[in-house]
Nanobody
Framework: QVQLVESGGGLVRSGGSLSLSCLMSGRLSIIHVLAWYRQAPGKQRELVAAMPSDGETNYRDSVKGRFTISRDNAKSTLTLQMASLKPEDTAVYYC?????????????WGRGTQVTVSS
């Protein structure tokens, strides 16, 4: 069983920075995609940044140049560094993984971590 646990959310002022971490555990046999999503109140969940195993890292336009997604294989951790935060970045941020484990491919989600940016 694969588990994803996010941490690092909190309250920050506009223009500030936060770093989110996602600790991945379980049999991570083949990782196809790692990503961060977010969901603001009353809105649909949206992709923030993704690291496909066979492609380039990509970001939604509104966070380009401000957010950086990275992966530490040794620590089984996915990180999202966020800078120059804006009130519109306020949302619950979710870690996502598309993984093949024990011969079966599936998508996994963390429970989310709240990020609140005050103006």
């Amino acid at each position: 069983q694969v588990q994803l646990v996010e941490s690092g959310g909190g309250l920050v002022r506009s223009g500030g920075s936060l770093s989110l971490s996602c600790l991945m555990s379980g049999r991570l046999s083949i990782i196809h995609v790692l990503a961060w999503y977010r969901q603001a109140p009353g809105k649909q969940r949206e992709l923030v940044a993704a690291m496909p195993s066979d492609g380039e890292t990509n970001y939604r336009d509104s966070v380009k140049g401000r957010f950086t997604i990275s992966r530490d294989n040794a620590k089984s951790t996915l990180t999202l560094q966020m800078a120059s935060l804006k009130p519109e970045d306020t949302a619950v941020y979710y870690c996502y993984a598309d993984i093949t484990t024990l011969g079966s491919r599936a998508q996994y989600w963390g429970r989310g971590t709240q990020v609140t940016v005050s103006s």
